[in-house]
């Protein structure tokens, strides 16, 4: 009569670190893109009359690369869109509360609503500066399809909306500054090469063959 044993040796949990691509190059270039032209709004803003030419050139490169982003995160690879790391209430107040978000690999719930909310500020903003004015000598191109009230009601807009943006990109930049060196996060080089870093843990099976005997 034959009989079976296994060894009692229990399986070995190892962890395995891995990389993933998940920001593609369209949004990478995009972003970069984006902080560069942003950048240079507002430098050109600050700099003078002179430097309004710029800022309206920089202008029209904020926003055709945000509305460029928001088409990409709907018809995007699988990362780049809005459906794979948005996510509700409940979990922005999960992970508010400590609760990692399983699986993910790209934005955290947090994040991905700083994304949404940026490229909405960055679309106001482009679009609001195509019928703004300074009030001086300087004014978007479609400046004159609109009556003068109605340009200085979205010169009001513009101003403010750029306060926000001012200070959604300190928080932005803080929170990067935080993931970076507080929680030792790659995330800077992982925006360059796309790929992010994540770890799993594998089950390493260390049972021994059947042994039949008779």
């Not at 943006?165 to 995330?187: N, S, Y």
Request: glycine share 8%; proline share 5%; net charge positive.
């Amino acid at each position: 009569m034959a009989a079976a044993s296994r060894s009692m040796n229990p399986r070995r949990r190892e962890p395995v670190r891995e990389t993933r691509l998940v920001w593609d190059l369209p949004v990478r270039v995009a972003h970069w893109a984006l902080v560069g032209c942003v950048a240079g709004s507002f430098a050109t803003h600050y700099a003078g009359i002179e430097w309004f030419d710029w800022h309206r050139r920089c202008g029209y490169a904020v926003l055709v690369l945000a509305v460029f982003r928001i088409l990409w995160g709907f018809c995007g690879t699988r990362h780049a869109r809005f459906g794979s790391f948005l996510r509700g209430p409940r979990r922005v107040l999960e992970y508010l509360r400590g609760g990692a978000p399983a699986g993910a690999v790209g934005h955290n719930p947090l994040g991905a609503l700083s994304v949404v909310a940026m490229l909405a500020l960055l679309t106001v903003q482009g679009l609001t500066g195509l019928f703004a004015n300074d009030a001086i000598a300087n004014a978007g191109p479609l400046f004159g399809w609109i009556s003068p009230a109605t340009s200085d009601r979205l010169s009001s807009i513009h101003h403010a909306n750029s306060v926000a943006l001012a200070v959604l990109i300190g928080l932005h930049l803080a929170a990067v500054a935080w993931q970076v060196f507080a929680r030792r996060k790659p995330l800077v080089n992982a925006m360059i090469t796309g790929h992010r870093k994540r770890n799993r843990v594998r089950v390493m099976d260390r049972r021994e063959p059947i042994a039949r005997c008779r």
